[in-house]
């Protein structure tokens, strides 16, 4: 590619150019090497891109209605448009090191849980790309589970005449990760703020304005029995408090949850215990 | 168009894709004599001193290119940051008061890697197709992307360095430019994920500026550095895939600097300020193929060339729009 002296050797003498000075020569040689090592250094930096590929085995939350984390990788522009348009921010891009794709949105749900204050999955309706879609294109298929028996009711529109959200698969499913930490298994009631007087996370009261979310830290609670996860989840049905038999035998209460939860992560951003007794598996799918 | 010119039009593609440009083995007879006539005149050294004793540099096009840049990414944050709604998302992706808009290299990564193209996209893409067309394709590369910006005054300080032989411009192969966009593109169709999207510099620093710094920006940092210390402008002139796909765009737009061959003193100021030097070749002494010669598809449109020309021999033009006005 750089040697043309040699090159020219071969052509017919007819169109040979003079041949190249030692020095001349050279230079072309260092630069053929120069260009080389560039191609090496943009290929290296651009297989740390793969990394996200790599891990996509690993369960992350995406936003409500994302395609499976493959298809998700492969659709997404990385716009942030989805970010724009959440009225609690709780969608973020992913940095370097985040192992989840650079500018892949995500949702950390202990910070800033998606509470469907938007009433209609806007994430999904600014997407440009179809990564989060409201109707997943037939080749890309549903994995077993994933796939939510009905259209989830919002609870804080269940009056409307479209009481549904626009959600046909899950995103995750909420789980009792660490039942020894949960109040009302331990039969314990709550009082004040949960998390905290710091906490930054956003959520819609209805009984305070239904297009205006607040701080968490401004609505404080003073229940006789926490049912924090219950009393916030927007979902209807997907989570109640149930009487269940301990190992031992004996009666108590527990948070236990339903085939309608989608995975929002309210509940694990509400749940007032450090580390949240109720965690979202994200990616997670119903198993009868 | 001549059927030189012509001949031209598609060694100045060759040029974009990495081909060095050659010496013209034709020039038109009108050319010829304008050439003739300024080898053998010795009044010319006395007329260019001249010229460039008046010439009145200003940074008339570099001004409102750096306004236009900083005003459209300002725009993406103050969407955001300020609720206005104007133009939301990032230059992968937006949306200009509810029309989608589609970065055309993005884009077509998308589609590549995904295989599934909605009609969003195709609208966004198709939208911002039209308007790179009409608005001269690398355009986007020095009045709308924010690296461009930072590669600039990466260049100043080069130069500064050059100057001082404190460093050397390591040039490079520019085929490589071409090599890598087959490569992202590949990459994108075999792995299914748009890897070019995770180190382009573009992206990366739309979104900082958009949605706040992130770690992402230490690559941005090491192509700067790179730039400053070893080879000038090396992402914009042998990497990036973005120029190559607005150049090809940009191979039927009516925007482009126009060269008038009579003015002209051969002194190569122009080239010595330009990103993408070796679309003015049509510059040098003797290689003008005719009276005017319109500059090849991978010129950015910065107007550099046009503020640096003492003589005003390089000026912006709209091919048709003097016919119809």
Same mark, same amino acid.
């Given at each position: 590619?750089?040697?043309?002296?040699?090159?020219?050797?071969?052509?017919?003498?007819?169109?040979?150019?003079?041949?190249?000075?030692?020095?001349?020569?050279?230079?072309?040689?260092?630069?053929?090497?120069?260009?080389?090592?560039?191609?090496?250094?943009?290929?290296?930096?651009? #297989?740390?891109?793969?990394?996200?590929?790599?891990?996509?085995?690993?369960?992350?939350?995406?936003?409500?209605?994302?395609?499976?984390?493959?298809?998700?990788?492969?659709?997404?522009?990385?716009?942030?448009?989805?970010?724009?348009?959440?009225?609690?921010?709780?969608?973020?891009?992913?940095?370097?090191?985040?192992?989840?794709?650079?500018?892949?949105?995500?949702?950390?749900?202990?910070?800033?849980?998606?509470?469907?204050?938007?009433?209609?999955?806007?994430?999904?309706?600014?997407?440009?790309? @179809?990564? $989060?879609?409201?109707? *997943?294109?037939?080749?890309?298929?549903? !994995?077993?589970?994933?796939? $939510?028996?009905?259209?989830?009711?919002?609870?804080?529109?269940?009056?409307?005449?479209?009481?549904?959200?626009?959600?046909?698969? !899950?995103? @995750?499913?909420?789980?009792?990760?660490?039942?020894?930490?949960? #109040?009302?298994?331990?039969?314990?009631?709550?009082? @004040?703020?949960?998390?905290?007087?710091?906490?930054? &996370?956003?959520?819609?009261?209805?009984?305070?304005?239904?297009?205006?979310?607040?701080?968490?830290?401004?609505?404080?609670?003073?229940?006789?029995?926490?049912?924090?996860?219950?009393?916030?989840?927007?979902?209807?049905?997907?989570?109640?408090?149930?009487?269940?038999?301990?190992?031992?035998?004996?009666?108590?209460?527990?948070?236990?949850?339903?085939?309608?939860?989608? &995975?929002?992560?309210?509940?694990?951003?509400?749940?007032?215990?450090?580390?949240?007794?109720?965690?979202?598996?994200?990616?997670?799918?119903? *198993?009868? | 168009?001549?059927?030189?010119?012509?001949?031209?039009?598609?060694?100045?593609?060759?040029?974009?894709?990495?081909?060095?440009? +050659?010496?013209?083995?034709?020039?038109?007879?009108?050319?010829?004599?304008?050439?003739?006539?300024?080898?053998?005149?010795?009044?010319?050294?006395?007329?260019?001193?001249?010229?460039?004793?008046?010439?009145?540099?200003?940074?008339?096009?570099? +001004?409102?290119?750096?306004?236009?840049?900083?005003?459209?990414?300002?725009?993406?944050?103050?969407?955001?940051?300020?609720?206005?709604?104007?133009?939301?998302?990032?230059?992968?992706?937006?949306?200009?008061?509810?029309?989608?808009?589609?970065?055309?290299?993005?884009?077509?990564?998308?589609?590549?890697?995904? /295989?599934?193209?909605?009609?969003?996209?195709?609208?966004?893409?198709?939208?911002?197709?039209?308007?790179?067309?009409?608005?001269?394709?690398?355009?986007?590369?020095?009045?709308?992307?924010?690296?461009?910006?930072?590669?600039?005054?990466?260049? /100043?300080?080069?130069?500064?360095?050059?100057?001082? /032989?404190?460093?050397?411009?390591?040039?490079?192969?520019?085929?490589?430019? +071409?090599?890598?966009?087959?490569?992202?593109?590949?990459?994108?169709?075999?792995?299914?994920?748009?890897?070019?999207?995770?180190?382009?510099?573009?992206?990366?620093?739309?979104?900082?500026?958009?949605? %706040?710094?992130?770690?992402?920006?230490?690559?941005?940092?090491?192509?700067?550095?790179?730039?400053?210390?070893?080879?000038?402008?090396?992402?914009?002139?042998?990497?990036?895939?973005? =120029?190559?796909?607005?150049?090809?765009? %940009?191979?039927?737009?009516?925007?482009?600097?126009?060269?008038?061959?009579? =003015?002209?003193?051969?002194?190569?100021?122009?080239?010595?300020?330009?990103?993408?030097?070796?679309?003015?070749?049509?510059?040098? /002494?003797?290689?003008?193929?005719?009276?005017?010669?319109?500059?090849?598809?991978?010129?950015?449109?910065?107007?550099?060339?046009?503020?640096?020309?003492? +003589? %005003?021999?390089?000026?912006?033009?709209?091919?048709?729009?003097?016919?119809?006005?």
């Amino acid at each position: 590619m750089s040697d043309n002296g040699s090159d020219n050797a071969s052509k017919p003498a007819a169109n040979r150019t003079p041949p190249l000075s030692k020095a001349k020569r050279q230079s072309n040689r260092r630069r053929f090497l120069r260009t080389a090592l560039l191609t090496g250094g943009v290929l290296g930096a651009a #297989l740390s891109g793969f990394l996200p590929l790599i891990y996509s085995q690993k369960k992350r939350l995406r936003p409500p209605g994302a395609l499976d984390e493959r298809d998700l990788l492969s659709s997404c522009i990385k716009c942030g448009q989805c970010v724009q348009v959440c009225p609690v921010s709780a969608i973020k891009l992913a940095d370097l090191i985040d192992g989840m794709g650079v500018g892949v949105p995500y949702i950390d749900a202990r910070q800033q849980a998606c509470d469907f204050s938007c009433d209609a999955v806007q994430c999904i309706l600014a997407c440009p790309t @179809g990564s $989060l879609t409201y109707h *997943k294109p037939e080749f890309l298929g549903v !994995r077993p589970g994933a796939a $939510l028996a009905a259209k989830p009711i919002l609870l804080a529109k269940e009056k409307d005449a479209e009481p549904t959200l626009n959600l046909n698969e !899950r995103i @995750g499913l909420a789980r009792l990760t660490r039942p020894e930490a949960c #109040l009302a298994i331990q039969g314990k009631g709550f009082k @004040g703020q949960t998390r905290g007087p710091d906490f930054k &996370g956003m959520m819609r009261y209805m009984d305070v304005d239904r297009w205006k979310p607040i701080r968490i830290a401004d609505h404080p609670y003073d229940v006789p029995e926490c049912d924090l996860c219950v009393r916030e989840c927007p979902i209807k049905g997907a989570i109640s408090i149930e009487t269940v038999f301990a190992p031992d035998g004996s009666k108590r209460k527990s948070p236990v949850v339903h085939e309608p939860c989608v &995975g929002c992560g309210v509940c694990e951003m509400v749940c007032p215990v450090e580390p949240a007794a109720i965690t979202i598996e994200a990616r997670e799918v119903w *198993k009868t | 168009m001549s059927a030189l010119l012509k001949r031209r039009f598609v060694d100045q593609i060759k040029v974009m894709f990495g081909w060095e440009p +050659t010496k013209p083995t034709e020039i038109s007879p009108a050319a010829q004599k304008i050439h003739f006539y300024k080898k053998g005149n010795r009044d010319l050294i006395a007329e260019k001193l001249h010229a460039r004793a008046h010439a009145i540099h200003d940074n008339k096009w570099r +001004t409102r290119r750096w306004a236009t840049l900083i005003l459209a990414n300002l725009l993406f944050t103050f969407s955001f940051f300020l609720d206005i709604q104007v133009l939301e998302g990032a230059l992968t992706a937006s949306r200009f008061v509810g029309f989608h808009l589609i970065d055309l290299n993005s884009g077509l990564q998308v589609m590549l890697a995904h /295989k599934h193209i909605i009609n969003n996209l195709i609208i966004g893409t198709g939208t911002v197709l039209v308007l790179w067309v009409l608005l001269g394709g690398r355009t986007f590369c020095s009045w709308i992307c924010p690296y461009h910006l930072l590669a600039e005054w990466a260049e /100043k300080i080069h130069l500064f360095l050059v100057k001082k /032989k404190l460093v050397t411009d390591q040039t490079m192969d520019r085929r490589l430019r +071409t090599v890598f966009w087959v490569i992202f593109a590949l990459l994108a169709v075999a792995t299914g994920y748009t890897v070019f999207e995770a180190i382009s510099p573009t992206g990366i620093l739309s979104r900082a500026l958009i949605y %706040g710094p992130g770690l992402a920006l230490l690559w941005v940092l090491a192509l700067l550095f790179f730039e400053v210390f070893f080879s000038r402008r090396a992402w914009c002139r042998y990497a990036c895939p973005i =120029g190559l796909t607005y150049g090809v765009v %940009g191979i039927i737009s009516p925007v482009r600097i126009k060269y008038k061959l009579d =003015g002209c003193f051969h002194e190569g100021d122009c080239r010595k300020v330009c990103l993408v030097p070796h679309v003015l070749d049509t510059v040098i /002494k003797g290689r003008a193929i005719e009276t005017e010669v319109p500059i090849g598809p991978d010129c950015t449109r910065c107007g550099l060339c046009v503020d640096t020309c003492p +003589t %005003g021999s390089l000026s912006f033009e709209v091919k048709g729009l003097s016919k119809l006005m």
